[in-house]
């Protein structure tokens, strides 16, 4: 069982940059998957980006690859996502989830992910 608390969100003009975080407790936490969603405004939930339990293996939403990075910290069971250069269509609600299994699949989907956080609100503004 894992429990996860993001932080981080907030209100930036396009260009700026935020760090959202994600604390977790349960002492399975280095041993899932975790990955970033965001759901905006009447659309659907969609995969950010993911890290392996290691976190050597890593993958992106095309939309956010050299903008976006995904690390974590074991020791601290914290994930985190650094986000810069950012712009308007990167305004939503931001989640942290944990895998069902150990790895990490293809396609990040939400079905692939059994634990959620409450979500944190990024706001970019032109």
């Known amino acids: 069982q894992v429990q996860l608390v993001e932080s981080g969100g907030g209100s930036v003009q396009a260009g700026g940059s935020l760090r959202l975080s994600c604390v977790a407790s349960g002492d399975t936490y280095s041993s899932h998957c975790m990955g970033w969603f965001r759901q905006a405004r009447g659309k659907e939930r969609e995969g950010v980006a993911q890290?392996?339990?290691?976190?050597?293996?890593?993958d992106y939403h095309d939309s956010v690859k050299g903008r976006f990075t995904i690390s974590r910290d074991n020791a601290k069971n914290t994930l985190y996502l650094q986000m810069n250069s950012l712009k308007p269509e990167d305004t939503a609600m931001y989640y942290c989830?944990?895998?069902?299994?150990?790895?990490?699949?293809?396609?990040?989907?939400?079905?692939?992910?059994?634990?959620w956080g409450q979500g944190t609100q990024v706001t970019v503004s032109s």
């Open positions: 890290i392996g339990n290691t976190g050597y293996y890593t």
């Open positions: 989830a944990a895998s069902r299994g150990r790895l990490c699949l293809r396609g990040m989907g939400t079905e692939d992910f059994g634990y």
